[in-house]
């Protein structure tokens, strides 16, 4: 095995790329965007870095811990402090799970894409970034992928594709490669489904009075427009002290209506719901920013058998769509994992 593409460069890619960085395998990450890490994003303002995407990981993973704790670079990993509290419907809020909030969470204090860059860092593997792939086509023995100008990105002896399910569906349709496989894979693929989700972050430049008892609000019942609140300011080198910066995810089922709306008309509606549920928060933010996730989390894991189909002829498949679950320890290990297979078999 002399050389691997791996498609897309969010925590599950570039776990791959590291993993093979220690099997002695060299690869390539191509990313569509200018940034690492996925959905375990960062946006800076200032002197202020916000998790606008994941909020933090655990390490209750063996394997997970070690990776973070021992092999990467740990002297910015940050815990924070506050428990993850709950509420219903009707706003009504309740602590949270006990077992836990005794599990540390984490982030790093530049924010957790730094997770990215530190396994990018690790393995010296180049990443090609703002480089879409648009197909796969086989040339017996070697796999040519092709950008969306179709210009050749090289031949390589493997793929790994670790893009969300219906992009990964959307790169085999547009591929050239046995029929029976192709097949196989699209039908696989295209069976996953992803919640959207409509993010704000508000920041207030004066320190608010509050009675805080939490770090994050969860709902547990799915009834609520806001799926996720937590307070930026928890988190070590995060906010300058004297300010308060809020992340505010709304439901999948408020974000699926609101997706093609302006944001700066969604604001009233996000803040009267915050008012909700932390009612001492009634003045008008000094700032605010959101981000549209159109596939922000997967709600169905993909059926691995047909994938797996692929695997002889050196297609290779990794990421959360794969577990059913947006978290960043799954996608460690599905990266990890994927790695691990196709390195078994070099």
């Known amino acids: 095995m002399k050389e691997v593409a791996i498609i897309g460069a969010g925590v599950s890619g570039l776990?791959?790329?590291?993993?093979?960085?220690?099997q002695g395998i060299q690869s390539v990450v191509f990313e569509k965007s200018r940034g690492l890490s996925g959905r375990a994003a960062t946006r800076r303002r200032g002197q202020i870095c916000m998790d606008h995407g994941a909020n933090f990981f655990r390490t209750t993973d063996p394997e997970v811990a070690h990776l973070i704790h021992e092999t990467l670079p740990s002297v910015d990993l940050v815990e924070i402090k506050g428990d993850v509290w709950?509420?219903?419907?009707d706003s009504v809020i309740s602590p949270g799970d006990p077992e836990q909030n005794k599990q540390p969470k984490y982030t790093y204090r530049q924010g957790i894409s730094n997770l990215g860059k530190l396994l990018q860092a690790a393995s010296g593997t180049d990443v090609q970034r703002?480089?879409?792939?648009?197909?796969?086509?086989?040339?017996?023995?070697?796999?040519?992928l092709e950008?969306?100008?179709?210009d050749s990105l090289g031949q390589f002896d493997a793929v790994i594709v670790t893009a969300p399910a219906p992009q990964a569906a959307q790169i085999i349709v547009d591929s050239i490669l046995?029929?029976?496989?192709?097949?196989?894979?699209?039908?696989?693929?295209?069976?996953?489904?992803?919640?959207?989700?409509?993010?704000?972050?508000?920041?207030?430049?004066?320190e608010l009075r509050l009675q805080k008892r939490f770090h994050a609000l969860v709902n547990q019942d799915g009834q609520h427009p806001v799926s996720w609140i937590s307070f930026e300011d928890d988190k070590p080198g995060h906010v300058p002290n004297g300010n308060t910066v809020l992340v505010i995810q709304m439901s999948p089922s408020w974000s699926s209506r609101h997706l093609e709306h302006n944001p700066e008309h969604l604001l009233p509606q996000v803040l009267e719901q915050l008012s909700c549920l932390i009612p001492e928060i009634d003045q008008a933010p000094d700032w605010w920013d959101s981000q549209r996730w159109l596939l922000a989390a997967p709600r169905s894991a993909v059926d691995t058998t047909n994938l797996q189909q692929a695997e002889s002829c050196g297609i290779f498949f990794a990421g959360d769509g794969l577990v059913g679950r947006g978290r960043v320890p799954l996608a460690i290990k599905s990266g990890l994992a994927t790695a691990k297979k196709l390195a078994a078999g070099k």
Do not use: C, H, M
């Open 15 to 22: 776990s791959a790329a590291f993993e093979l960085s220690r």
């Open 86 to 89: 709950t509420f219903d419907q």
């Open 130 to 144: 703002q480089q879409r792939v648009k197909r796969l086509i086989d040339k017996e023995q070697k796999w040519e």
């Open 147 to 150: 950008n969306e100008v179709g």
């Open 178 to 206: 046995q029929n029976n496989i192709r097949d196989s894979l699209i039908q696989a693929l295209q069976q996953a489904r992803y919640d959207p989700q409509f993010a704000f972050v508000i920041g207030f430049t004066d």
